[in-house]
Each structure stands twice: as C-alpha cells, then as structure tokens.
C-alpha cells in the first residue's frame, strides 16, 4: 500500500468481502428452496427473483453505512444516484439465469468508483465460496493469496470466456463468427453464464481472455479492476475505454492481449 488512500480503501475492501460474504450466504441459502416459478422476465432471456432483489437491498443498506455520501448504480434499481464523488456499482446475483436453474457458477459483483476511477472491486464467487478482489494501489488476491493472469501468449494455446448477451439478435452473425473462430483456433470457448465469475478467472489464470457484446457497467466494473490489478488488460471492441458506454468488452493477459484484441475486432467490425 503506497499512501494513506490505498490504506482507506484497503479497509474499505475488507468491509465489502465480508458484506458480499454474508450476503452470498442468504443467497445460498435460498437455493435450496427456490423455485423456478419464483421468477420474473424482465426483457427476452433477461429474468430477475425475489433473490436478487433482496440480495441488492441487503447490499445497499450495508454499503450506505460505509459511505453514506456515496451513489448507487443498481441492476435491479434499488438505488439509483449518482454520488458527487463516490459511486458503487453492484450486480447482487450475476448469473441468474444459473442460479435459477439450480446451476452453476453464480456471483456478487461490487465496485466502488471515485471520481469515476475505479478504486475497490470484490466479486464472490457464491457456489465455490471464492472471494476475489483488489483495490487502487493493491495485487489482486483471491481468499487472500494473490493471484495473477495467465502467461498463454497466443490464442491457439488459449481458452478463451464468453457469453451470449440478452440482444444478441442484434448482432447475431457477427457474434456466430467470433464463436466459431476461436472454437476453431484456440483450446475451447466456455459460456458459464456469470460474466463477473469469467472475469475473476481470466484475473486468476482460470481463463486467458474473455469477450462479449452487450454489458452493463455492473457486469464488469469490479472484474475490470480485480484483473488490472493481476497484471491484465481490458478495452472494448475498438480497442479503446468505452466498454461503459457501448457494452463491448474484451479482457486477457498482456501477452495474448494484442492478438485477442485484433481478432475481435477484425471479426466484429466497428
């Protein structure tokens, strides 16, 4: 820790573990009781439970004492405002679509941003009770031992992440074209369903890289940083840092990072 702000946000960090900790327990919990008639569709292939909703209440409310100046964004619109400085940005169950299933993997995704830089990101991994997590000026760790993107330095020798985006008619052709690329030029693509679990993976080795259209800031906030800090790399489609605004978002090791990200965007186009 370098100064007396990485020290603040180090003990910000650990208060956030253990929030998305005792929350991923009441997730846990519910799960062994859930039902699928419990759920609610919110757009095509987009669905929401009473879960998700409480777990996002149970975080808010924790999250407000820490910095009660702080604002909220929200996917399931719990709290919706912007703070003048500081602002979280929560996914309170990422993969639900596997959660409801009685699938795996599932996972808290929590950020925290100043500024608009990001400066803590915890994501708990629910079903393998993996807590993974960084803040500004730390490594990245996960339960506590550091952790570091892989060393793969070519996409043949890669296995690449992905996922199939709630829109994704919207660009269905191209999408079947990256799929089919590297299914034929690298060593697997996996789809887990949590894109916040893929981007803890490729922080940790798991994965090298992952990519994907049609992201919501809560989807990758706290991946981003958490894979920064593990020596990684991130950018959107056209290579540049606009993956809040327009929901493209590539992630890798430094050394596939260049060819990962020409093949993307080669394939995708602008």
């Not at 062994?32 to 996002?56: C, G, H, M, P, W």
């Not at 070519?154 to 992440?161: G, R």
């Amino acid at each position: 820790m370098n100064n007396i702000n990485d020290n603040y946000y180090y003990g910000i960090t650990q208060k956030v573990i253990k929030l998305a900790s005792d929350v991923a327990a009441y997730i846990d919990k519910e799960s062994l009781s859930f039902s699928i008639e419990k759920v609610e569709t919110k757009n095509r292939n987009d669905f929401v439970s009473y879960v998700d909703k409480q777990a996002e209440k149970l975080l808010v409310n924790g999250l407000s004492s820490l910095i009660p100046e702080a604002g909220f964004i929200t996917e399931e619109g719990t709290a919706q405002e912007y703070g003048e400085n500081y602002c979280w940005i929560i996914d309170p169950l990422d993969g639900t679509s596997n959660f409801i299933h009685g699938s795996t993997p599932y996972a808290i995704s929590i950020a925290l941003t100043f500024k608009k830089e990001l400066v803590v990101g915890v994501i708990h991994e629910i079903t393998r009770n993996e807590s993974f997590y960084a803040w500004k000026g730390s490594k990245a760790y996960l339960n506590g031992n550091e952790i570091k993107v892989s060393k793969t330095n070519k996409v043949s020798n890669s296995l690449i992440a992905t996922g199939r985006p709630h829109n994704y008619i919207e660009h269905y052709t191209k999408l079947l074209g990256l799929m089919d690329y590297f299914l034929q030029n690298s060593h697997g693509v996996r789809q887990s369903g949590s894109a916040a679990t893929d981007l803890a993976y490729v922080a940790c080795g798991r994965y090298d890289g992952r990519y994907e259209f049609g992201l919501k800031p809560w989807d990758i906030a706290a991946g981003i940083l958490i894979i920064q800090q593990a020596g990684g790399k991130v950018c959107d489609f056209s290579g540049n840092d606009n993956y809040f605004e327009n929901g493209t978002f590539i992630a890798s090791n430094t050394e596939l990072y260049d060819e990962l990200k020409s093949n993307v965007k080669y394939i995708f186009g602008n």
